[in-house]
């Protein structure tokens, strides 16, 4: 199997300004908890702005609203942190295919950041001066996958995805597909070009990146059944400091 990285999660430090200094060279991973009291979700939708309350109330299941607002407001207690304000004065921008960006008033941080979200996890990847994107995949049984493989994979990646037996099959698409979604979010591109993006996977290997470029690829593990991926921009040869934090 492939190495499960990393083995250990730490707890947020109490003060969240405490240990959070990012470096050139450093990524921080957030865990995050998307299940949470009824208390603890007023008090995140207290930090979002008018437009992403309007967006919560457009899900139709209250529990999709709760992970949005959990999420969102998980992400402004975080960045927060970093930027040392109030989580409620942060404000975003968004790229063309929605993927968030702070305004250009913190563009002098340096902070790039990138969630994923699936059933009641989520995943926050942050790092200075680096773009960066991140996949959260739950791993559960789809009819389609050959089907999906086919359409979004290379051939030669389809063929593997159809060698394996049933149980290897999801895990290995699953892989393929947080991998090469996660380089798309760290680009800005969608999943139109999913299917051009080649990936090195081994049952017991981590994967590669299969293209001469500046980025760094890391798969995750970061619950039971769950499949995730980090790619962050990397112009230096030394690959980053990852530091991997349980954030409620």
């Known amino acids: ?11 947020a430090p109490q003060t969240l ?20 009291s009824e208390a603890q979700v007023r008090t ?26 959990i999420g969102r407001g998980s992400l402004r207690m975080i960045l927060g942190s970093y930027l040392n304000i109030e989580p409620q004065k942060i404000e975003f921008d968004y790229h063309e295919r929605g993927k968030p960006f702070l305004a250009a008033k913190f563009q002098d941080s340096g902070l790039f950041f990138n969630l994923s979200h699936s059933q009641d996890l989520g995943l926050l990847g942050v ?12 791993m559960r049984p789809m009819s389609d996958l050959e089907n999906l493989a086919q359409r979004f ?19 290995v698409f699953f892989r393929y597909w947080t ?5 798309l979010k760290a680009t ?15 049952i017991n290997q981590a994967a590669q990146l299969l293209f001469t470029g500046n980025w760094q690829l890391q798969e995750l593990t970061p619950a039971d059944n769950f499949a995730a991926a980090v790619v962050v921009a990397n112009d ?3 690959n980053h400091n990852f530091h991997f934090w349980q954030y409620q």
């Open 17 to 36: 300004s405490q240990n959070l200094h990012l470096s050139s060279h450093d990524v921080h991973i957030w865990k995050i908890n998307l299940k949470q």
């Open 127 to 138: 790092s200075y001066q680096r773009l960066i994107g991140v996949d959260l995949e739950y």
């Open 188 to 202: 800005g591109d969608g999943l139109v070009k999913l299917e051009n993006i080649g990936i090195d996977l081994k």
């Open 44 to 69: 995140f939708q207290e930090t979002l702005s008018s437009d992403e309350i309007a967006r919560a109330k457009r899900f139709y299941f209250p529990e999709h609203q709760q992970r949005f607002i």
């Open 179 to 183: 991998c090469k979604e996660a380089y």
């Open 153 to 171: 994979f290379l051939p030669a990646e389809y063929e593997i995805i159809k060698s394996l037996n049933s149980d290897e099959k999801q895990k």
């Open 236 to 238: 230096h040869k030394k």
């Open 1 to 11: 199997m492939v190495n499960h990285f990393p083995s250990v999660w730490l707890p």
